[in-house]
């Protein structure tokens, strides 16, 4: 069955970096495109990145005004989100989400991993 | 891209319907045929619930229906049950433009 499980999340200090993982299995990782999701304390989701299947485009929220990076290495089915120069509204849950071009829709979500970024 | 415009609570007793709507424009909703719908109960994954306007994955209710007019979808839960208690958001494809797309405000449906 399809699983994705978020990893790496934490307490990080305002202006520092941090690498979000999730690891996907039950499916063709390479045929996928694959979205970071987030959703802030008492607020809702929001879409941060998407990647294609391949890696070969990439698209970002504006509000991230360049800090994050999406990446992806399909030899280890694994999908990674770069966090730079983090602010206190970064922090959220944050859910990796398996994309099927055909509908246009996420069909598999994880359950996420909890970034707080405090002093 | 601004976000779908979702009631903010919904309600109903056991076994009555309650219906959701999503209102965005003419350059999401209105103009694409994608507008999905998710389930999330806190701390939990979010669940896909209908995709393509009105279509259900496998494994979900029939309770759950989804339809659009115009520029507004609406999901539609009958029979409600006490596990359907949960916050539900649409989404919709924005163009090529906006390959991010967009996400609805979210609706937190209570069963009395």
Redesign the interface.
């Known amino acids: 069955q399809v699983q994705l499980v978020e990893s790496g999340g934490g307490v990080v200090q305002p202006g520092r970096s941090l690498t979000l993982s999730c690891a996907a299995s039950g499916f063709i990782f390479s045929n996928y495109g694959m979205h970071w999701v987030r959703q802030a304390p008492g607020k809702g989701l929001e879409w941060v990145a998407v990647i294609w299947y391949d890696g070969s485009n990439k698209y970002y929220a504006d509000s991230l005004e360049g800090r994050f990076t999406i990446s992806r290495d399909n030899s280890k089915n694994t999908l990674y989100l770069q966090m730079n120069s983090l602010r206190a509204e970064d922090t959220a849950v944050y859910y990796c989400a398996r994309y099927y071009y055909d509908s246009s829709v996420n069909d598999y979500w994880g359950q996420g991993t909890l970034v707080t970024v405090s002093s | 891209q601004s976000?779908l415009t979702q009631p903010p609570s919904a309600s109903g007793s056991p076994g009555q319907s309650v219906t959701i709507s999503c209102t965005g424009t003419s350059s999401d909703v209105g103009g694409?045929n994608?507008v999905?719908w998710?389930q999330?109960h806190p701390?939990?994954?979010?669940?896909?619930m209908i995709?393509?306007v009105s279509?259900r994955?496998s494994g979900v209710p029939d309770r759950f229906s989804g339809s659009k007019s115009g520029n507004t979808a609406s999901l539609t839960v009958s029979g409600l049950q006490a596990e359907d208690e949960a916050d539900y958001?649409c989404?919709s494809?924005a163009g090529s433009n906006n390959?991010?797309?967009?996400?609805?405000?979210?609706t937190k449906v209570t069963v009395l």
């Open positions: 976000a694409y994608y999905s998710y999330h701390g939990k994954a979010p669940k896909l995709y393509e279509k994955p958001y989404s494809y390959p991010l797309g967009v996400f609805g405000t979210g």
